[in-house]
Every structure is written in C-alpha cells, then in structure tokens.
C-alpha cells in the first residue's frame, strides 16, 4: 500500500527525471530550476485536502499540486509552457506534464488508491451491509 506522501514524491522525482532528459535537458543545465522544484515541492506543501460531506459520510477530496514556478525559480512555469512567439522564444518543455503521464506515477496511484479504498470504504460498506440486513430482519418481525 502507497502513501499520498509517497504519490507526491513520485510526481517531484518523475519531473526532475523528465527535466533531465530528452529535448527538456536544458531545462536542467541552464539554471536552477532542478533543484528548487525538488526542494520546494515536498508532500506537505503539494498535498491539498478538504472534506466532502455527504448525507452519513465525511468524504475527503485530496489534490496533489507540482508548483512549476517555486520562489527562487519562477520562469519554471515558461520552460514547462513555452514562451510565445518571436526571437528569443523558449518552446514549451513539459516536463510537469510528461511526468503526469508517466506509468510509474499512474501505478503508484493505483496501489494508494487500492489500499486507501480497503481502508476507509469497505468498512463503511460493511457498516452499510449490517445496517441493512438489521433493517431487514426488523421489518421481518413487525409482520
């Protein structure tokens, strides 16, 4: 079972990783970008929750967010999208959104998604289930 620490952690390494190779490579020699992307975005910072409630159940809504332009390298946001047209214009490097797409990061949501939906909803499922065969067998016994 997978953490969302551990997700977090794999969507930073994966968008360092894709920084360092293929045409984005000179987004890793060209600056610091590197770096502050890998110390800025830690779990913490990148793992967002609120909770959704529902009529019996608390839901909470989790999100993961990569910042592309941390303090210290804020033209990040112009190598994962480019900037515009003209002379001097970077193309976009994407790294961010390669990173995304990547089936290690897909896997690791995957096994947090199984041991998260084992550990908070099958319990409730259950809790339902019981709930409903009580409702049952009373509604038996009044007749």
């Known amino acids: 079972m997978?953490?969302?620490?551990?997700?977090?952690?794999?969507?930073?390494?994966?968008?360092?990783?894709?920084?360092?190779?293929?045409?984005?490579?000179?987004?890793?020699?060209?600056?610091?970008?590197?770096?502050?992307?890998?110390?800025?975005?830690?779990?913490?910072?990148?793992?967002?929750s609120a909770a959704t409630t529902t009529t019996e159940f608390q839901i909470p809504q989790q999100t993961i967010s990569l910042q592309l332009s941390p303090p210290?390298?804020?033209?990040?946001?112009?190598?994962?999208?480019?900037?515009?047209?003209?002379?001097?214009?970077?193309?976009?490097?994407?790294?961010?959104?390669?990173a995304s797409k990547d089936p290690l990061l897909k896997k690791t949501i995957d096994a947090y998604?199984?041991?998260?939906?084992?550990?908070n909803y099958i319990p409730v499922i259950e809790i339902g289930i019981k709930r409903a065969f009580k409702n049952l067998d009373a509604e038996r016994a009044a007749r």
Not at 30 to 44: E, F, K, P, V
Not at 113 to 119: D, L
């Open 72 to 98: 210290g390298a804020t033209y990040g946001i112009y190598v994962e999208k480019g900037n515009g047209t003209g002379v001097g214009a970077g193309k976009p490097r994407p790294f961010a959104e390669q």
């Open 2 to 48: 997978k953490t969302l620490e551990e997700v977090a952690e794999t969507f930073v390494k994966l968008s360092q990783l894709y920084m360092i190779s293929g045409p984005w490579k000179p987004a890793y020699k060209t600056g610091n970008l590197y770096r502050t992307i890998g110390s800025y975005n830690t779990a913490a910072q990148m793992i967002k």
């Open 113 to 119: 998604m199984g041991g998260y939906i084992e550990k």
